[in-house]
């Protein structure tokens, strides 16, 4: 799983004109299910997402974490960031996961935010969203289950 994060005061998605989902300050979550990721990964960067200290705190140091400023969470599936543009010009989606598991194995990731104790709103899966949001900061960082990097590692 890939996850591109990024710190908001708020963010919204849209569907064919209409607002479906909207969050206030919090965490804008793109993410990307590859092949043969599974619960642990979902797992694994749940946990990654809501521990990240990455709020500032009272001197302005990135000190605080997701629950201690009472954030939510906005999570959007993102099958592009499976994508790979090593070879030509035109991506290519190889490393996808089929959709109907994709759309698995993101349902339980946001599942995992859920019971967390977060306030999480998702986009529509496989639908075209405009996503609107104000990044906070700006503070933008990009995740990977470990055994995924561990794995790409070994071939670079």
């Not at 946001?110 to 405009?130: E, I, N």
Request: proline share 3%; hydrophobic share 40%.
């Amino acid at each position: 799983m890939k996850i591109v994060l990024q710190r908001v005061k708020m963010a919204k998605v849209e569907v064919e004109g209409k607002e479906i989902s909207r969050i206030n300050r919090g965490l804008c979550l793109l993410v990307g299910v590859e092949r043969g990721d599974t619960q642990r990964e979902a797992e694994e960067l749940a946990r990654k997402v809501v521990e990240l200290r990455i709020f500032p705190d009272k001197e302005g140091k990135m000190n605080l974490s997701l629950s201690q400023v009472g954030g939510e969470i906005m999570a959007i599936s993102q099958f592009t960031l499976a994508g790979s543009t090593r070879k030509g010009r035109r991506p290519s989606f190889d490393g996808a996961e089929e959709p109907s598991r994709a759309q698995d194995i993101f349902n339980y990731f946001v599942d995992c935010l859920k019971k967390a104790g977060f306030v999480t709103r998702t986009g529509v899966f496989g639908a075209v969203m405009d996503v609107y949001l104000i990044n906070e900061g700006p503070v933008t960082f990009i995740l990977e289950s470990q055994h995924k990097k561990e794995e790409r590692d070994k071939f670079s």
